[in-house]
């Protein structure tokens, strides 16, 4: 390193120094020092104040219908006249049953920004604040653990401001609904036998933990554990897994009638495409099933 190179690198901070003290020859040691530590605090504030912007939870508020109509006029149209106006009042499914696959959808497909809505809508439609907690560890198995984590970070914030408390939630633990062993040793038997090989973990905690403990959650009716998982499936576009889940809900007490309406709910929250591929399962399962 030459020595012209060496002097301009030691010499740029004390230059700037310098230059600061020649325009004020008569400040005192101290009144550099208090300077200097106003420049620190106030730097210390603004990184703080940025922090606390990371740190606090924002979510996307959906926009109101009038925005929509800012946007488009026709979508606000639909929105207002054939989601809500049509849709959410035919009867061959109740509002809670609407709000649970509405939920259901959003959740599986991470879609926080009607949440809040729904979240909202579904406790003024009777769904208890126990069973969306309930709905969310579901959907932690059947959407992935981040999306139940982004729906429970949502819930909270609703939950708090309905004043809904740790006393109206299920425990982390406790006793189970009933299991028919049969089926469940059928079902166990045919998954080691199909996969047992290739991911014994997936079979392993298929068994003990799926089928064994958070299907047996008392917080949580066997018909609406389906209703939810057949809603996550078509939503997340995983039709190979339709046809059972479809036959258990139906075995759970949710009627032909009730599932057809399902799947046409979920053409709107859902798109289109995801239930088309499912209509071919759907029909098959229904043209199967003994009529009773």
Known sequence: ?????????????????????????????????????????????????????????????????????AVSPGFERYTTDTLLGDLWKRPDLPPRDRSIVTLSTLIARNQAIELPYHLNLALDNGVKPGEISEIIIHLAFYSGWANATSAAAVAKDVFQR????????????????????????????????????????????????????????????????????????????????????LNRAMDNGLTQAQASEVLTHLAFYAGWPNVFSALPVAKEVFANRPSR
């Open 1 to 69: 390193m030459s020595s012209t190179t060496s002097k301009s690198q030691s010499s740029h901070v004390p230059l700037e120094a310098g230059a600061f003290l020649k325009k004020a020859p008569k400040m005192t040691i101290l009144t550099v020092v208090l300077a200097s530590a106003s420049l620190m605090l106030g730097a210390c504030a603004q990184t703080t104040k940025a922090t606390d912007m990371q740190t606090t939870r924002t979510f996307p508020i959906a926009p109101t219908l009038e925005e929509l109509r």
């Open 162 to 245: 309905r004043g809904i408390g740790a006393d109206q939630l299920p425990p982390a633990s406790g006793g189970r609904l009933p299991l028919n062993e049969t089926t469940e040793a059928q079902r166990a038997s045919q998954v080691s036998a199909n996969f047992g090989s290739v991911a014994p973990g997936v079979v392993q905690y298929t068994t003990d933990v799926l089928f064994r403990d958070v299907w047996l959650r008392p917080g949580l009716a066997p018909r609406d554990r389906s209703l939810v998982t057949v809603s996550s499936l078509i939503a997340s576009g995983q039709v190979a897994q339709v046809a059972y889940h």
